[in-house]
């Protein structure tokens, strides 16, 4: 009685350190205040882009799913349909997944898409914005994406605005109005 309850008990022990460890790599989010932490990334025509080189211009460092799904392909669209006014307010949109640049290469070329997508499969900038997520498809696989998560940078590099959980429908919209609100 003693040898299965004592197996169950370290089995127990050993899913909880691994699910623990697992977890424990995710970061929290920067705050708003905060410097935005540094990056360079691929983007889908494989150029490399930094955050520092757009010092000046206000960012709109938005993280998404996963390429040429519903919700995400929604949301990009929008910010196309708004690139103009992006444009005329100084901003730069930067859409990041842990897709790849082809990946990424594929979904602009379909969807019509002329902002940069840019590519983290290493998780490393998905993680440092605190925005790692988890799902398990209907075949019980987990997966790591990242999760619908936007920060407004301004011009000197520092975090003014965030944004979970953001609505694809209406998201170019909001960064749109916190833009022109903090610009007065």
């Known amino acids: 009685m003693r040898k299965p309850l004592l197996f169950v008990l370290s089995a127990a022990l050993v899913l ?11 970061q929290p989010m920067p705050a708003v205040g905060q410097v935005a932490p ?12 930094s955050l520092d080189s757009f010092r000046g211009k206000w960012v709109v460092l938005y993280f998404y ?28 949109i930067l859409g990041v997944s842990v897709d790849t640049p082809d990946s990424h290469k594929e979904f602009c ?6 902002f940069r997508l840019l590519a983290d499969p290493e998780h490393k900038v998905v993680d440092a914005y605190g925005s790692l997520g988890h799902f398990e498809d209907s075949n019980h696989v987990a ?11 301004d011009p000197h590099g520092k975090i003014v605005k ?5 609505d694809p429908s209406v998201h170019s919209e909001e960064v749109l109005a916190a833009i022109a609100e903090l610009k007065k």
């Open 16 to 26: 909880a350190v691994a699910f623990v460890t697992v977890h424990a790599a995710d």
């Open 38 to 49: 540094g990056f360079t990334l691929p983007s889908q025509d494989g150029a490399q882009i």
């Open 65 to 92: 799913p996963k390429d040429m799904t519903k919700g995400c392909t929604i949301e990009a669209h929008n910010f196309q349909r708004d690139q103009a006014k992006f444009d005329a307010d100084n901003a730069v």
């Open 109 to 114: 070329t379909k969807e019509g898409l002329t």
């Open 143 to 153: 997966h790591t994406i990242a999760s619908r998560n936007t920060f407004l940078i």
């Open 162 to 166: 965030e944004w979970t959980k953001v």
